[in-house]
Protein backbone atom coordinates (compact mmCIF):
# COMPACT_ATOMS: atom_id res chain seq x y z
CA UNK A 1 0.00 0.00 0.00
CA UNK A 2 1.22 3.75 -0.87
CA UNK A 3 1.91 6.12 1.53
CA UNK A 4 -1.31 8.23 -0.59
CA UNK A 5 -3.11 5.64 0.01
CA UNK A 6 -3.22 5.44 3.73
CA UNK A 7 -3.23 8.97 3.95
CA UNK A 8 -6.14 9.46 1.97
CA UNK A 9 -7.91 6.06 4.08
CA UNK A 10 -7.28 8.45 7.34
CA UNK A 11 -8.45 11.27 5.59
CA UNK A 12 -11.93 9.61 4.60
CA UNK A 13 -12.20 8.34 8.33
CA UNK A 14 -11.78 11.91 9.88
CA UNK A 15 -14.23 13.64 7.48
CA UNK A 16 -18.17 13.89 7.72
CA UNK A 17 -20.36 12.33 5.55
CA UNK A 18 -21.52 15.09 3.98
CA UNK A 19 -17.99 15.29 3.11
CA UNK A 20 -18.06 12.18 1.63
CA UNK A 21 -20.99 12.50 -0.38
CA UNK A 22 -19.71 15.25 -2.12
CA UNK A 23 -16.36 13.71 -3.36
CA UNK A 24 -18.42 10.70 -3.82
CA UNK A 25 -20.35 12.62 -6.28
CA UNK A 26 -17.78 14.27 -8.10
CA UNK A 27 -15.92 10.65 -8.53
CA UNK A 28 -18.98 10.37 -10.41
CA UNK A 29 -18.98 13.06 -12.72
CA UNK A 30 -15.30 12.84 -13.25
CA UNK A 31 -13.91 9.98 -15.94
CA UNK A 32 -11.21 7.83 -14.78
CA UNK A 33 -8.74 9.33 -17.37
CA UNK A 34 -9.79 13.24 -16.40
CA UNK A 35 -9.09 12.50 -12.55
CA UNK A 36 -5.96 10.57 -13.40
CA UNK A 37 -4.29 13.84 -15.16
CA UNK A 38 -6.24 16.87 -12.84
CA UNK A 39 -4.21 19.61 -12.55
CA UNK A 40 -1.63 18.72 -15.50
CA UNK A 41 -1.49 21.57 -18.09
CA UNK A 42 -2.10 19.10 -20.98
CA UNK A 43 -2.38 21.50 -23.85
CA UNK A 44 0.74 23.50 -22.41
CA UNK A 45 2.96 20.17 -22.46
CA UNK A 46 1.45 19.02 -25.95
CA UNK A 47 2.55 22.44 -27.21
CA UNK A 48 5.94 22.39 -25.89
CA UNK A 49 6.48 18.86 -27.89
CA UNK A 50 9.46 19.02 -31.10
CA UNK A 51 7.73 17.00 -33.71
CA UNK A 52 8.12 16.84 -37.62
CA UNK A 53 5.54 14.17 -38.50
CA UNK A 54 2.06 14.81 -37.08
CA UNK A 55 -0.54 11.64 -36.15
CA UNK A 56 -1.86 12.13 -39.14
CA UNK A 57 1.02 11.53 -41.43
CA UNK A 58 1.66 15.23 -42.36
CA UNK A 59 5.50 16.65 -42.33
CA UNK A 60 5.79 20.06 -40.22
CA UNK A 61 8.41 21.92 -39.41
CA UNK A 62 9.94 23.14 -36.41
CA UNK A 63 11.94 26.36 -35.86
CA UNK A 64 15.14 24.49 -34.29
CA UNK A 65 14.99 20.87 -35.19
CA UNK A 66 14.67 19.60 -38.62
CA UNK A 67 16.18 16.40 -41.25
CA UNK A 68 16.24 16.17 -44.84
CA UNK A 69 15.99 12.30 -45.43
CA UNK A 70 16.10 10.78 -48.69
CA UNK A 71 13.62 8.43 -49.96
CA UNK A 72 15.97 5.57 -49.10
CA UNK A 73 16.28 6.97 -45.70
CA UNK A 74 12.14 6.84 -45.38
CA UNK A 75 11.90 3.65 -46.07
CA UNK A 76 14.34 2.07 -44.12
CA UNK A 77 13.24 4.09 -41.10
CA UNK A 78 9.61 2.74 -41.78
CA UNK A 79 11.14 -1.13 -42.63
CA UNK A 80 13.32 -0.83 -38.77
CA UNK A 81 10.05 -0.23 -37.07
CA UNK A 82 7.94 -3.08 -38.83
CA UNK A 83 10.33 -5.57 -38.29
CA UNK A 84 11.51 -4.50 -34.80
CA UNK A 85 7.28 -4.75 -33.87
CA UNK A 86 7.02 -8.16 -35.12
CA UNK A 87 10.52 -9.54 -33.36
CA UNK A 88 9.03 -8.17 -30.52
CA UNK A 89 5.52 -9.35 -31.12
CA UNK A 90 7.03 -12.72 -31.68
CA UNK A 91 8.96 -12.95 -28.00
CA UNK A 92 5.79 -11.81 -27.15
CA UNK A 93 4.35 -15.28 -27.94
CA UNK A 94 6.97 -17.11 -27.49
CA UNK A 95 6.83 -16.02 -23.45
CA UNK A 96 3.07 -16.85 -23.37
CA UNK A 97 3.84 -20.38 -24.87
CA UNK A 98 6.77 -21.18 -22.19
CA UNK A 99 10.08 -20.49 -24.21
CA UNK A 100 10.98 -17.79 -22.83
CA UNK A 101 10.61 -16.75 -18.64
CA UNK A 102 9.63 -12.98 -19.13
CA UNK A 103 9.52 -10.31 -21.78
CA UNK A 104 9.32 -6.88 -22.25
CA UNK A 105 7.50 -5.42 -24.89
CA UNK A 106 8.27 -2.49 -26.75
CA UNK A 107 5.02 -2.05 -28.43
CA UNK A 108 4.13 1.90 -29.41
CA UNK A 109 7.56 2.96 -28.42
CA UNK A 110 9.15 2.30 -32.06
CA UNK A 111 9.97 6.05 -33.29
CA UNK A 112 11.51 6.80 -29.84
CA UNK A 113 14.34 3.69 -30.36
CA UNK A 114 14.47 3.44 -33.89
CA UNK A 115 14.77 7.46 -34.57
CA UNK A 116 17.41 7.52 -31.70
CA UNK A 117 19.33 4.49 -32.59
CA UNK A 118 19.48 5.85 -36.33
CA UNK A 119 21.21 8.81 -34.54
CA UNK A 120 23.88 7.29 -33.80
CA UNK A 121 27.53 7.61 -35.24
CA UNK A 122 29.00 3.31 -35.03
CA UNK A 123 31.73 5.01 -32.53
CA UNK A 124 29.26 6.22 -30.03
CA UNK A 125 28.58 3.77 -26.83
CA UNK A 126 24.84 2.99 -25.66
CA UNK A 127 23.56 1.91 -22.46
CA UNK A 128 20.37 0.42 -22.56
CA UNK A 129 17.85 -0.88 -19.80
CA UNK A 130 15.68 -4.17 -21.25
CA UNK A 131 13.57 -2.86 -23.21
CA UNK A 132 15.94 -1.29 -25.73
CA UNK A 133 14.71 -4.12 -28.77
CA UNK A 134 14.74 -1.18 -31.25
CA UNK A 135 18.29 0.29 -30.16
CA UNK A 136 20.01 -2.88 -30.62
CA UNK A 137 18.46 -3.66 -33.74
CA UNK A 138 19.94 -0.53 -35.11
CA UNK A 139 23.75 -0.98 -33.25
CA UNK A 140 23.57 -4.68 -35.99
CA UNK A 141 22.86 -7.06 -32.84
CA UNK A 142 20.88 -10.28 -33.67
CA UNK A 143 17.58 -10.40 -32.63
CA UNK A 144 17.81 -13.88 -31.49
CA UNK A 145 20.84 -12.75 -28.94
CA UNK A 146 18.05 -10.65 -26.92
CA UNK A 147 16.12 -13.40 -26.16
CA UNK A 148 18.73 -15.91 -24.03
CA UNK A 149 18.85 -13.78 -21.30
CA UNK A 150 15.23 -13.75 -21.13
CA UNK A 151 15.21 -18.10 -21.92
CA UNK A 152 17.68 -18.25 -19.00
CA UNK A 153 20.75 -19.57 -21.09
CA UNK A 154 23.05 -16.80 -20.96
CA UNK A 155 23.65 -13.54 -19.50
CA UNK A 156 23.36 -11.25 -22.65
CA UNK A 157 24.47 -13.09 -25.56
CA UNK A 158 26.55 -10.67 -27.48
CA UNK A 159 30.14 -8.86 -26.85
CA UNK A 160 29.04 -4.70 -26.04
CA UNK A 161 32.30 -3.73 -27.43
CA UNK A 162 31.29 -5.45 -30.97
CA UNK A 163 28.35 -2.92 -31.30
CA UNK A 164 28.79 -0.72 -28.95
CA UNK A 165 25.85 -1.67 -27.16
CA UNK A 166 26.43 -2.62 -23.27
CA UNK A 167 24.45 -5.83 -21.87
CA UNK A 168 20.80 -5.18 -21.05
CA UNK A 169 20.45 -3.48 -17.08
CA UNK A 170 17.93 -4.73 -15.24
CA UNK A 171 18.47 -2.55 -12.26
CA UNK A 172 16.28 0.23 -12.37
CA UNK A 173 18.15 3.04 -13.17
CA UNK A 174 22.00 2.20 -12.82
CA UNK A 175 23.03 2.41 -16.47
CA UNK A 176 22.98 6.32 -16.10
CA UNK A 177 25.47 5.98 -13.72
CA UNK A 178 27.64 3.47 -15.86
CA UNK A 179 27.37 5.87 -19.50
CA UNK A 180 28.32 8.75 -17.15
CA UNK A 181 31.56 7.45 -16.23
CA UNK A 182 32.46 5.87 -19.64
CA UNK A 183 31.67 9.44 -21.00
CA UNK A 184 34.12 10.68 -18.48
CA UNK A 185 36.52 8.39 -19.98
CA UNK A 186 35.93 9.18 -23.07
CA UNK A 187 36.17 12.72 -22.39
CA UNK A 188 39.90 12.21 -21.10
CA UNK A 189 40.48 9.99 -24.00
CA UNK A 190 39.72 13.06 -25.91
CA UNK A 191 37.83 11.26 -28.45
CA UNK A 192 35.39 13.07 -30.23
CA UNK A 193 31.77 10.20 -29.72
CA UNK A 194 29.12 10.60 -27.66
CA UNK A 195 27.37 8.12 -24.87
CA UNK A 196 23.64 7.80 -24.58
CA UNK A 197 21.42 6.09 -21.59
CA UNK A 198 17.92 5.18 -22.33
CA UNK A 199 15.93 4.95 -19.02
CA UNK A 200 12.16 5.31 -18.48
CA UNK A 201 9.75 7.71 -16.82
CA UNK A 202 9.28 5.52 -13.73
CA UNK A 203 13.78 5.40 -13.64
CA UNK A 204 14.03 9.23 -12.91
CA UNK A 205 12.72 9.01 -9.69
CA UNK A 206 15.99 6.68 -8.83
CA UNK A 207 18.85 8.23 -6.82
CA UNK A 208 21.35 6.67 -9.54
CA UNK A 209 20.10 9.35 -12.38
CA UNK A 210 19.73 12.35 -9.90
CA UNK A 211 23.64 11.22 -9.35
CA UNK A 212 24.68 10.87 -13.14
CA UNK A 213 23.16 14.25 -13.85
CA UNK A 214 25.23 15.60 -11.39
CA UNK A 215 28.20 13.88 -12.65
CA UNK A 216 27.22 14.59 -15.84
CA UNK A 217 26.96 18.33 -15.45
CA UNK A 218 29.99 19.27 -13.20
CA UNK A 219 32.48 17.47 -15.24
CA UNK A 220 30.78 18.42 -18.81
CA UNK A 221 30.51 14.81 -19.80
CA UNK A 222 29.57 14.02 -23.19
CA UNK A 223 26.62 11.71 -22.76
CA UNK A 224 22.86 12.31 -23.97
CA UNK A 225 19.80 10.92 -21.25
CA UNK A 226 17.18 9.79 -23.35
CA UNK A 227 14.28 9.32 -21.48
CA UNK A 228 11.04 6.96 -23.08
CA UNK A 229 8.15 8.41 -21.29
CA UNK A 230 6.41 5.76 -21.87
CA UNK A 231 3.22 7.45 -19.37
CA UNK A 232 3.48 3.98 -16.83
CA UNK A 233 6.23 2.80 -14.22
CA UNK A 234 4.56 -0.43 -14.08
CA UNK A 235 1.11 0.69 -12.88
CA UNK A 236 2.25 4.08 -11.70
CA UNK A 237 1.36 7.38 -13.84
CA UNK A 238 4.06 9.96 -14.52
CA UNK A 239 2.04 12.37 -12.21
CA UNK A 240 3.16 10.04 -9.77
CA UNK A 241 6.36 10.66 -9.99
CA UNK A 242 6.83 14.30 -11.33
CA UNK A 243 4.91 17.22 -10.91
CA UNK A 244 6.80 19.15 -14.04
CA UNK A 245 7.57 17.61 -17.65
CA UNK A 246 10.40 15.12 -17.31
CA UNK A 247 12.47 16.68 -19.57
CA UNK A 248 12.40 20.30 -17.61
CA UNK A 249 14.17 18.85 -14.45
CA UNK A 250 17.54 18.97 -16.46
CA UNK A 251 17.34 22.60 -16.00
CA UNK A 252 18.27 22.20 -12.31
CA UNK A 253 21.47 20.36 -12.86
CA UNK A 254 22.46 23.05 -15.62
CA UNK A 255 21.93 21.49 -18.76
CA UNK A 256 19.47 21.77 -21.49
CA UNK A 257 16.35 19.56 -21.72
CA UNK A 258 14.05 18.94 -24.87
CA UNK A 259 10.46 17.09 -25.31
CA UNK A 260 10.03 15.57 -28.67
CA UNK A 261 7.07 13.27 -29.99
CA UNK A 262 8.31 10.06 -29.30
CA UNK A 263 5.93 8.63 -31.76
CA UNK A 264 7.25 10.74 -33.99
CA UNK A 265 10.18 8.43 -36.11
CA UNK A 266 11.80 11.76 -37.67
CA UNK A 267 11.76 14.36 -34.75
CA UNK A 268 13.11 11.37 -32.73
CA UNK A 269 15.77 11.01 -34.81
CA UNK A 270 16.44 14.94 -35.81
CA UNK A 271 16.22 15.95 -31.77
CA UNK A 272 18.69 12.98 -30.98
CA UNK A 273 21.32 13.38 -33.45
CA UNK A 274 21.43 17.44 -32.45
CA UNK A 275 21.92 16.32 -28.68
CA UNK A 276 24.50 14.13 -29.51
CA UNK A 277 26.74 16.66 -32.14
CA UNK A 278 25.99 18.80 -29.01
CA UNK A 279 27.88 16.34 -26.75
CA UNK A 280 30.72 15.40 -29.16
CA UNK A 281 31.69 19.30 -29.24
CA UNK A 282 32.26 19.62 -25.88
CA UNK A 283 28.76 21.43 -24.73
CA UNK A 284 27.66 18.97 -22.29
CA UNK A 285 25.03 16.82 -21.13
CA UNK A 286 21.35 16.89 -22.66
CA UNK A 287 17.91 15.54 -21.51
CA UNK A 288 16.01 14.39 -24.35
CA UNK A 289 12.19 13.28 -23.13
CA UNK A 290 10.80 11.40 -25.54
CA UNK A 291 6.95 11.39 -24.60
CA UNK A 292 5.11 8.17 -25.75
CA UNK A 293 3.15 5.46 -24.70
CA UNK A 294 3.67 1.93 -23.21
CA UNK A 295 0.68 0.05 -25.40
CA UNK A 296 1.14 -2.91 -23.88
CA UNK A 297 2.24 -4.75 -20.79
CA UNK A 298 5.00 -4.06 -18.71
CA UNK A 299 6.00 -6.83 -18.98
CA UNK A 300 4.68 -10.25 -19.26
CA UNK A 301 4.08 -10.65 -16.42
CA UNK A 302 2.15 -7.60 -15.83
CA UNK A 303 -1.84 -6.99 -16.35
CA UNK A 304 -2.40 -3.29 -17.04
CA UNK A 305 -6.20 -3.76 -17.61
CA UNK A 306 -5.72 -3.13 -13.50
CA UNK A 307 -5.00 -0.19 -13.39
CA UNK A 308 -5.45 2.12 -17.11
CA UNK A 309 -8.39 3.00 -19.16
CA UNK A 310 -8.87 1.31 -22.37
CA UNK A 311 -9.72 4.75 -23.31
CA UNK A 312 -6.38 6.20 -22.84
CA UNK A 313 -4.90 2.97 -24.72
CA UNK A 314 -7.39 3.92 -27.84
CA UNK A 315 -6.46 7.42 -27.89
CA UNK A 316 -2.91 6.59 -28.04
CA UNK A 317 -3.61 3.90 -30.90
CA UNK A 318 -4.33 6.51 -32.99
CA UNK A 319 -0.77 7.94 -32.58
CA UNK A 320 0.62 4.90 -34.17
CA UNK A 321 4.23 5.47 -35.01
CA UNK A 322 4.69 2.98 -38.35
CA UNK A 323 1.05 3.96 -39.39
CA UNK A 324 1.75 7.79 -39.40
CA UNK A 325 5.03 7.33 -41.61
CA UNK A 326 3.53 4.53 -43.26
CA UNK A 327 0.78 7.17 -44.61
CA UNK A 328 3.58 9.88 -45.14
CA UNK A 329 5.06 7.85 -47.54
CA UNK A 330 2.22 6.82 -49.28
CA UNK A 331 0.90 10.23 -50.18
CA UNK A 332 4.21 11.29 -50.92
CA UNK A 333 4.32 8.30 -53.51
CA UNK A 334 7.58 6.56 -51.77
CA UNK A 335 6.16 3.33 -51.27
CA UNK A 336 4.32 1.15 -53.33
CA UNK A 337 1.85 -2.27 -52.52
CA UNK A 338 4.99 -4.17 -54.03
CA UNK A 339 7.38 -2.48 -51.39
CA UNK A 340 5.04 -2.81 -48.47
CA UNK A 341 4.15 -6.64 -49.26
CA UNK A 342 7.83 -7.29 -49.45
CA UNK A 343 8.61 -5.83 -45.72
CA UNK A 344 5.76 -7.86 -45.02
CA UNK A 345 7.41 -11.11 -46.23
CA UNK A 346 10.61 -9.95 -44.76
CA UNK A 347 8.79 -9.64 -41.62
CA UNK A 348 7.28 -12.79 -41.38
CA UNK A 349 11.04 -14.59 -42.37
CA UNK A 350 12.09 -12.93 -39.14
CA UNK A 351 9.56 -14.23 -36.89
CA UNK A 352 10.15 -17.72 -38.45
CA UNK A 353 13.72 -17.40 -37.35
CA UNK A 354 12.76 -15.99 -34.22
CA UNK A 355 11.16 -18.64 -33.38
CA UNK A 356 13.53 -21.69 -34.71
CA UNK A 357 16.37 -19.88 -32.97
CA UNK A 358 14.46 -19.59 -29.51
CA UNK A 359 13.38 -23.65 -29.35
CA UNK A 360 16.91 -24.59 -31.07
CA UNK A 361 19.10 -22.82 -27.74
CA UNK A 362 20.96 -25.46 -25.96
CA UNK A 363 20.44 -25.69 -22.19
CA UNK A 364 23.35 -24.49 -19.78
CA UNK A 365 25.68 -26.20 -17.94
CA UNK A 366 23.86 -26.99 -14.41
CA UNK A 367 27.19 -26.29 -13.02
CA UNK A 368 28.55 -23.51 -14.67
CA UNK A 369 26.37 -20.75 -12.28
CA UNK A 370 29.77 -21.91 -9.31
CA UNK A 371 32.42 -21.19 -12.67
CA UNK A 372 34.19 -17.65 -12.10
CA UNK A 373 32.48 -16.99 -8.81
CA UNK A 374 35.87 -16.57 -6.76
CA UNK A 375 39.14 -16.36 -9.14
CA UNK A 376 40.89 -18.55 -6.75
CA UNK A 377 37.96 -21.06 -5.60
CA UNK A 378 36.48 -20.98 -2.17
CA UNK A 379 35.37 -23.59 0.21
CA UNK A 380 31.88 -23.03 0.44
CA UNK A 381 31.16 -22.60 -3.09
CA UNK A 382 32.74 -25.94 -3.34
CA UNK A 383 30.41 -27.15 -0.77
CA UNK A 384 27.23 -25.44 -2.40
CA UNK A 385 28.42 -27.16 -5.67
CA UNK A 386 28.55 -30.54 -4.30
CA UNK A 387 25.26 -30.40 -2.42
CA UNK A 388 23.55 -28.94 -5.77
CA UNK A 389 25.23 -31.92 -7.57
CA UNK A 390 23.84 -34.55 -5.12
CA UNK A 391 20.20 -32.71 -5.93
CA UNK A 392 20.60 -33.15 -9.50
CA UNK A 393 21.53 -36.31 -9.34
CA UNK A 394 18.41 -37.48 -7.30
CA UNK A 395 16.15 -37.19 -9.91
CA UNK A 396 18.26 -39.52 -12.08
CA UNK A 397 17.52 -41.77 -9.38
CA UNK A 398 14.00 -41.17 -8.47
CA UNK A 399 11.76 -44.23 -10.13
CA UNK A 400 9.25 -43.34 -12.77
CA UNK A 401 5.36 -43.60 -11.63
CA UNK A 402 3.46 -46.45 -13.63
CA UNK A 403 2.19 -45.15 -16.54
CA UNK A 404 3.92 -42.40 -17.31
Known sequence: ???????????????????????ATSAKKASPAKARNSGR??????????????????????????????????????????????????????QRQGELGLWASLLGQEAAQIGSGRALRDDDYVFPTYREHGVAWCRGVDPTNLLGMFRGVNHGGWDPNSNNFHL?????????????GYAMGVQK??????????FGDGASSQGDVAESFTF????????????????WAISEPTEKQTRVPLYQRARGYGFPG???????????????????ERARTGQGPMLVEAFTYRMGAHTTSDDP??????????????????????????????VDEAYLASIDEESEALGKRVRDAVRAMPDPDDMAIFENVYADGHALVDEERAQFAAYQASFADAPVAEGN
Open 1 to 23: MTVEGTAQRKNARGSSKRTTAKK
Open 41 to 94: PEQAEQDQLVQLLTPEGQRVEHPDYSIDLSADELRGLYRDMVLTRKFDAEATTL
Open 168 to 180: YTIVIGSQTLHAT
Open 189 to 198: DGADSAVIAY
Open 216 to 231: SAVYNAPVVFFCQNNQ
Open 258 to 276: VRVDGNDVLACLAVTKAAL
Open 305 to 334: TKYREDEERAAWEAKDPILRLRTYLEAEGL
